[in-house]
C-alpha cells in the first residue's frame, strides 16, 4: 500500500475515527520498538546443561501390556 492511498483513506475517516488511528498507530510504533529490542538468540546457550538418560528410546514398563 502506498503513502498516498493509505493518507486517501485516512482522509475520508470521521475526526473520532481519525483519533483512533492516530491511537493504533502509536500503538503499533511501539510495539515495532518492542520487537526491535528483544535480544538476539545465542546458539550453543544450552549446550552440555540438558541430557538425557541412556535408556530413552526403551519403552516404558506401564505400557507392556499394550504392545
Known sequence: MTNTTLLE???TLPDVLK???SLFID???YKSEQISE???RVPGFLKGKISMSDDFDEPLED???YM
Open 19 to 21: 483519533f483512533e488511528a
Open 27 to 29: 500503538f503499533l510504533l
Open 9 to 11: 483513506k485516512y482522509e
Open 63 to 65: 505400557f507392556k501390556d
Open 38 to 40: 528483544k535480544k538476539q
